[in-house]
């Protein structure tokens, strides 16, 4: 059996990095640490970072380190970026919609998101706001769609059973982490948010769409908490 060589001065470096990207992939110390801090701090619940999407960069860096496929996250163009962006827009409109006036009075739900309530009509806090939805539907879609499903697909195969559960799994820790300001109405409604969404990208594994049905999902809750709209909605069908 032939010897490995030693490392020479011009390959030390270049081991080093297959070493760190075989740990960052692996489910060790190294790869459960980054898989705790990347979630941790993927979602505004949480990290309330409205400018900087924490999560997100790190999980993305954690791409570039493990040498993991871009592709293995969901990060894909589309066929169509017109289709993408428009029926992306639409679906998470009628998605927030169809949730606050028929899912969420179902459960009992408050009609008026009282964590938020302070943005009604609050024009100096809009743009701040709206800049903070647009930044979730990236950084919470990268961090437990597309890191999540990544790092689970790896651990369970990808065999039915095992894509449902990752589904299941990473919509009940999406609510949990909505836990922290929205209670347990935003628990409820991130689970099932998650559950939609997640059934979609297991799917489709591609990380646009849902990014932007996300981000649509969060403003059209926005213009309904700044329009003071919400309970007029939550009323449609049920009194």
């Known amino acids: 059996m032939a010897e490995t060589p030693e490392p020479t001065a011009e390959t030390a470096p270049e081991e080093r990095d297959r070493r760190l990207a075989r740990s960052l992939r692996g489910f060790g110390p190294l790869g ?13 619940a949480i990290a309330p970072m409205v400018f900087v999407p924490v999560g997100a960069l790190l999980a993305l860096e954690w791409v570039r380190q493990s040498r993991t496929p871009w592709r293995d996250l969901g990060f894909v163009r589309p066929r169509s970026w017109a289709a993408t962006i428009l029926g992306g827009i639409a679906a998470g409109a009628a998605f927030k919609l169809l949730m606050k006036s028929v899912v ?36 919470e879609e990268t961090v437990f769609r597309g890191f999540g ?35 347990v109405s935003g628990v409820q409604q991130a689970t099932i948010t998650g559950l939609v969404i997640g059934t979609i990208y297991a799917a489709t594994r591609q990380l646009p769409f849902v990014m932007i049905l996300h981000a649509s999902f969060d403003l059209t809750a926005l213009a309904l908490i700044y329009g003071n709209l919400e309970t007029r909605v939550a009323h449609w069908f049920f009194r």
């Open 149 to 183: 499903f990544e790092r689970l697909g790896r651990l369970l195969g990808s065999a039915p059973w095992a894509r449902a559960a990752t589904v299941i799994i990473i919509s009940a820790l999406f609510g949990l982490a909505h836990w922290p300001n929205q209670g």
């Open 32 to 44: 459960f640490l980054s898989i705790l801090v990347i979630v941790l701090t993927g979602n505004v």
């Open 104 to 139: 969420m009075p179902l459960f009992g739900a408050d009609p008026v998101n009282q964590a938020y309530h302070f943005l009604a009509g609050n024009r100096a806090l809009l743009p701040v706001a709206a800049l903070a939805m647009v930044n979730a539907g990236f950084s």
